[in-house]
């Protein structure tokens, strides 16, 4: 049909001329700044890109009509055709009396006014062209007409009478009316044909002009992008090389302060060593001092025995019990003190040493490790009724002496702390966890309150009931060696429940922890 007799352009093309006019004057968005630069760039991308569809399908519909145009021009010049043969074969059967010109003269009859429906169908929407293909037809069907009353009467035998019928140039006045009503619809057809060619001519530069830009607009928004990356990258690569010399200084900073401290912790070690070995000297001497007091005590006492037998009334009680309970205490007391120093001082070079020996790795299987604690234990387990029992124990690469004393200090205390109310029950196990291996000695003991939690690994700090024999080294020394072995303890505990020591250990000893700290 012929959609567009009065057409004045496609309703999308407008919509789109509204947005852009919209566009242009700034309504639409409101970006500034370099942040707004790529923005708009890709709105300016999506609103070509949303005019080159529009504009497509503007395109395609003014071909298709331009198509249709075309279409109902061939029609019409068919519809000519083959009018002119009715009137070709009419006149050659009147003039030869052939009977085969009547075959030609049928199918144009038929023909034509199957064409002249079709080139009806095709034009309902253009009401002029159907006023004009109804006058059409009229003027058709009367020329049919009368073709075909010259033919009945020549097939009756009335020659003269179709010829006469021909001589009256109704035939001739008729055919001229079909010519001037066909040129009339091949004239509109032309009308339409030149503006909608002119449309979709005008349309298709629209849309090479819209093609254009955009591929103009995707070189900038790309050239627009590599000068930011590129921005972009030389800014970065800058602030990795000022991160790479922040890191560089640092690591100087970290390497100097790491041999400060080790140099001051390699002092504190000497100085303690020293100290010491300074304090021995003297308690040595008070000890042998003390003991040769003892001995001297029992020479007066043995004096004033002898005193007292032979001169009775030199005999004064308060010397005696001086002599026989006074002195006697001061001794043990001294002797007690001195003892107890022995052993701080024996602590201290013990960590003073062992923070200097170096550490050798070795491939140490735990289980055997734990089994010998325990079995050093056993005279006191089975004494005391406590079930030592041992889990997983995943091996570890380190140094075998370290780990040694931690598992036995650790295993010995959770025997030492146990409650004598109920039975005793000692569980030592271990896990991997990615590069590491988290041990675990848990005891049903008399439990630590949380305040202790860090007190009890402080060097001379002991925590809860001191009845038991110990000088407040041991954990200390523990947390010292675990450290020096790249690891961790924690405790948990509850008081009347028990604790849980958890010791963290690399899987493999660390080349850097091998030095002495």
Not at 455 to 468: K, N, S, V
Request: proline share 3%; charged share 25%; net charge neutral.
């Amino acid at each position: 049909m012929d959609r567009e007799a009065n057409e004045t352009g496609p309703r999308a093309p407008r919509e789109f001329r509204r947005f852009w006019r919209s566009f242009s004057n700034g309504r639409l968005f409101k970006l500034g700044g370099r942040r707004g630069e790529l923005t708009w760039g890709f709105v300016l991308l999506l609103l070509i890109g949303t005019a080159s569809v529009l504009l497509v399908f503007a395109n395609r519909e003014y071909g298709s009509l331009v198509t249709h145009t075309l279409e109902v021009r061939s029609r019409a010049f068919q519809l000519l055709t083959l009018v002119q043969d009715v009137e070709t074969g009419q006149r050659s059967y009147l003039l030869t009396g052939n009977p085969s010109y009547l075959e030609r003269y049928r199918e144009g009859a038929r023909a034509s006014l199957e064409n002249l429906a079709r080139l009806q169908e095709t034009t309902t929407d253009n009401q002029q062209q159907q006023n004009e293909i109804a006058v059409l037809r009229r003027t058709l069907e009367s020329r049919l007409d009368i073709a075909a009353r010259t033919i009945d009467l020549y097939q009756t035998g009335n020659a003269d009478g179709a010829m006469e019928l021909v001589r009256t140039e109704r035939g001739r006045v008729l055919m001229d009316g079909i010519r001037a009503s066909i040129d009339r619809i091949q004239a509109e057809e032309q009308r339409l044909l030149k503006r909608r060619e002119a449309t979709a001519e005008t349309y298709g530069l629209l849309l090479l002009i819209a093609t254009l830009s955009g591929i103009a607009l995707v070189i900038g928004i790309a050239a627009m992008s590599v000068i930011r990356v590129r921005r972009h990258t030389a800014a970065l690569e800058s602030l990795q090389g000022e991160l790479r010399a922040a890191n560089e200084n640092l690591e100087g900073i970290v390497a100097a302060r790491v041999a400060e401290l080790n140099a001051a912790n390699e002092e504190i070690q000497r100085f303690a060593y020293i100290v010491s070995h300074d304090l021995r000297a003297p308690l040595v001497n008070v000890m042998g001092f003390t003991s040769e007091l003892d001995v001297l005590r029992g020479q007066i006492v043995g004096f004033y025995e002898t005193v007292a037998a032979k001169a009775p009334e030199l005999a004064d009680a308060e010397v005696r019990i001086a002599l026989e309970e006074d002195l006697p205490e001061a001794l043990r007391f001294i002797r007690t003190s001195t003892v107890k120093m022995d052993r701080l001082i024996s602590a201290i070079l013990r960590l003073s040493r062992e923070g200097r020996r170096v550490l050798t790795p070795e491939p140490v299987e735990m289980r055997e490790i734990i089994e010998g604690i325990a079995g050093s234990l056993k005279h006191q387990t089975e004494e005391q009724g406590v079930t030592v029992e041992i889990g997983g124990t995943p091996r570890l690469v380190t140094d075998r002496l370290a780990i040694e004393q931690i598992f036995s200090n650790l295993i010995e205390n959770a025997i030492k702390y146990l409650d004598p109310a109920r039975p005793g029950h000692v569980i030592i196990s271990g896990r991997n966890i990615g590069p590491e291996v988290r041990y675990e000695i848990v005891d049903n003991g008399r439990g630590i309150e949380s305040k202790d939690f860090e007190r009890i690994f402080d060097l001379f700090r002991r925590a809860g009931a001191q009845d038991r024999p110990g000088e407040g080294i041991g954990l200390a020394h523990v947390r010292a060696m675990v450290r020096r072995l790249g690891g961790s303890i924690t405790v948990d505990s509850q008081p009347g429940m028990g604790s849980t020591f958890t010791v963290t250990l690399p899987s493999i000893l660390s080349i850097k922890t091998l030095e002495p700290s």
